[in-house]
């Protein structure tokens, strides 16, 4: 049962740039030194993964029982939500934010269960990679090679009231896989010639860093300045504009500024069916990135993207690069030069994100 109250939760994140870090040690460190101050403090979830020195820190501190959910004829558990609101502390501690709950469970994802204990007014410590960024989901796959299934949306992230960066040097990291505190022994081989490679914890460290950076300067611009810039990415039905609509919010992201996702469609042409499947997705991804989605129906696109532009005081605008044929673009002038037209006289910039489209995909916005 949720008990009423005027109180939000305060939400503090751990976020590194790969497992093996120190994020829940940190977490249950902090968690330990909350009790000593007299904060009623409880284990949520906690994911040890057979980690000694996890388990260690972890004495000490009451853990819930787990919820056992029966599926596909195996037994499995996730975190108690409803026993963690009945016991009622202050803190709860909830390990991996970006876990897929198992199918059946009330709730689809993890960050969604702590959404519940933060809105019944108990305090929550998680942990996160900085893979697990919705926003970062293209860029880490281009840096690394793997595409990262369980994400959660940038929004969860940009709403905690407290993010703290868990850092060790690349090379800290892979000494710790060679002594086995991360992963089986059998395992750390595979792990260090491919997701553990140097290069890719070099880039990951770089996206945490600048991650956590990126709160702190927007924290003071947001006071300073009372002048914002607004983004605006236009979308077309194609496969790419989800690469695209990231790439938007990452901009955003470091501009401190809103986002808009703006589709145009002709009223005198159908959607076929996987047109509109994708068109869907960039609306769930949109809120997942914390962007407001806005659809409008003309055959006139570019005025109507101007007159959206010039009604949102939009500052920046993102398009797709589409690949047209030679001959094509000897007679027809690039869609950025006639937008420009469009919008002359207002002081908007123009973004040109390559989306490598196949040749005979159309140049508009808008299918």
Not at 239 to 262: E, F, G, I, N, Y
Not at 337 to 359: A, N, V, Y
């Amino acid at each position: 049962m949720i008990r009423s109250t005027h109180r939000r939760g305060r939400h503090k994140v751990f976020i590194g740039m790969a497992p093996g870090v120190g994020k829940t040690c940190r977490m249950l460190q902090e968690g330990k030194e909350a009790l000593r101050d007299g904060t009623d403090v409880v284990i949520g979830l906690l994911e040890t993964h057979g980690r000694q020195e996890t388990a260690r820190e972890a004495e000490g501190l009451e853990q819930i029982p787990r919820k056992r959910i029966l599926y596909q004829g195996v037994e499995l558990e996730e975190m108690n939500v409803a026993a963690v609101l009945a016991r009622h502390p202050r803190l709860v501690l909830v390990d991996e934010l970006a876990h897929t709950n198992v199918p059946g469970s009330e709730r689809q994802k993890r960050w969604q269960d702590v959404e519940m204990l933060l809105i019944s007014g108990l305090d929550v410590y998680s942990t996160l990679n900085i893979q697990h960024l919705e926003s970062l989901n293209d860029l880490v796959a281009e840096l690394t090679g793997v595409v990262v299934r369980e994400r959660i949306p940038t929004r969860v992230l940009e709403l905690a009231d407290e993010v703290v960066l868990v850092d060790v040097t690349p090379e800290t990291l892979q000494e710790r896989l060679r002594e086995g505190k991360v992963y089986a022994p059998e395992k750390v081989g595979q792990a260090l010639t491919h997701f553990f490679q140097r290069r890719h914890l070099v880039a990951l460290r770089e996206l945490s860093l600048r991650e956590v950076a990126d709160r702190v300067d927007n924290d003071i611009l947001s006071a300073l300045s009372p002048v914002r810039e607004r983004v605006m990415v236009c979308l077309a039905n194609y496969h790419t504009s989800k690469r695209l609509l990231r790439r938007a919010a990452r901009l955003a992201a470091a501009m401190d500024a809103p986002l808009l996702v703006l589709t145009v469609h002709d009223p005198n042409r159908f959607l076929s069916r996987e047109e509109s499947l994708i068109e869907e997705e960039c609306r769930q991804l949109c809120d997942d990135v914390g962007g407001t989605f806005q659809r409008e129906e003309s055959a006139e696109i570019l005025p109507t993207i101007a007159r959206v532009a010039q009604e949102q005081r939009i500052t920046q605008i993102v398009l797709g690069q589409t690949m047209r044929s030679r001959l094509k673009a000897l007679f027809r002038r690039p869609l950025s030069e006639r937008l420009q037209q469009q919008l002359r006289g207002r002081s908007i910039d123009l973004h040109l994100i390559s989306e490598g489209l196949p040749m005979q995909a159309q140049e508009d916005i808008g299918p």
